[in-house]
């Protein structure tokens, strides 16, 4: 029986040899070479591994890439960065219309209060942006239109932007206060905390955000108006009426065809919640600029020439407002909004050549009546 059981150990150990000889001659076949792009530290001291194919390494390149550090430090830019954080085309839009208040109002012309109205109403403007800017940054970063912005990108810091608008808005009021006229830097102020303290967080809360926003728009207006007149009248009122109506088209047609990005950031915009109002606004507006056009010479702002060459300008307009309600297309929006810019600037110039009372022109008249006056008697 003991033999038995010896020949039968002795075989299992036959089978486990053979076993673990195939097992050998199996890893034999396997490929443990070590990989080419396998980078240890290789010196002539301490060598930890040897590449076995040293022409394949892939070279590293001589010259680094170039990096800015975020938020950058590059002083070269600064003023670029300072005019986009401004927005300098809007800032642009409210300087002009600033400068068509001042010179429709029926007052003598005066070069030096002209040039700082307009400085403080920039300055103001600028900062009101800055600040925009500055509380919009996750919001802006998630919309396409935006997210190339200066506090987006990293460009200024948070705190250099804010330093820059108290800076501008401190300008700003000080060269209105001391350099024009009282009114004229209240309504700067009251703009600059309409814009920056109810405008910006109603965007996202309310559509009325943008009915602010266009009284806002209304008032650049009325402050160079006020700048020249040191008072407001009825022709102050109409011009920031007629900025008021203009800005509806105008925001309307240009958010239609950004609201996946209005959406994506969470604004409340007509455009996004309610579309059929959006395109009911903006066709009402535009019959309301006409409207309005026609009370410039019945105010005695204007002479009757004004409405008879504003009046082609306000029918095509109400014609691609009209478009845009009934196709509300990308297409029709585009080409209200691109009328827009181009009705306002003219809507100011006819405002300007038809002005009713021209002041300096007046007193120079006098001035020559009163010299003949005085030669008559000397005779």
């Known amino acids: ?24 001659v199996g890893k034999n076949q396997v490929n443990f070479a070590t990989p080419s792009y396998f980078y240890v530290n290789q010196t002539k001291q301490n060598a930890a591994l040897e590449v076995l194919d040293a022409q394949s390494r892939p070279h590293k390149p001589k010259i680094e890439p170039a990096w800015k550090p975020t938020p950058s430090t590059d002083s070269s830019n600064l003023l670029q960065n300072y005019l986009k954080l401004s927005k300098v085309r809007l800032t642009t839009l409210v300087v002009v219309t600033t400068m068509a208040g001042y010179a429709v109002a029926p007052a003598p012309f005066e070069w030096t209060a002209f040039a700082l109205s307009i400085a403080g109403t920039g300055l103001l403007s600028g900062a009101a942006n800055a600040i925009n800017q500055f509380h919009e940054v996750p919001f ?5 239109r935006t997210k190339h912005r200066v506090l987006v ?12 608008a108290c800076a501008a808005s401190l300008s700003g009021l000080g060269i209105l206060y001391y350099g024009v006229n009282g009114l004229t830097a209240t309504l ?18 309310s559509i009325l955000n943008t009915w602010v926003g266009s ?12 700048a020249c007149a040191n008072s407001l009248g009825a022709g102050a009122f109409l011009m ?8 509806f088209p105008h925001f309307n047609a240009l958010s239609w065809n950004l609201r996946p990005d209005y959406s994506r950031a969470g604004y409340r915009m007509m455009a996004v919640t309610h579309p059929a109002l959006c395109r009911k606004v903006a066709l009402r507006h ?10 410039a010479p019945l105010l005695d702002t204007t002479n009757w020439w004004f409405l008879l060459e504003c009046t082609p300008l306000n029918v095509y307009f109400i014609y691609l407002a009209y478009q845009f309600y009934k196709d509300s297309s990308s297409a029709t929006s585009r080409k209200l909004f691109r009328y827009s810019l181009i009705h306002l600037p003219l809507l100011m110039v006819l405002f300007l050549v038809n002005k009713k009372k021209w002041f300096v022109f007046k007193e120079t008249s006098e001035q020559t009546d009163n010299v003949d006056e005085v030669q008559s008697i000397i005779k």
């Open 188 to 205: 700067g102020l009251t703009n600059l905390l309409l814009y920056t303290s109810v405008y910006t967080p109603l965007k996202r809360i």
């Open 140 to 144: 802006d970063a998630q919309m396409s």
């Open 240 to 247: 920031a009426a007629l900025l008021y109506s203009w800005q």
């Open 1 to 24: 029986m003991s033999v038995i059981c010896q020949v039968h150990n002795l075989r299992l150990c036959r089978s486990s040899l053979k076993i673990a000889l195939n097992g050998l």
């Open 286 to 295: 535009t019959v309301a600029i006409q409207l309005l056009s026609t009370m």
């Open 215 to 226: 009284i806002v728009g209304a008032i650049p207006p009325l402050m160079g108006w006020a």
């Open 153 to 164: 990108c990293g460009r200024l810091t948070p705190l250099h932007s804010m330093a820059f």
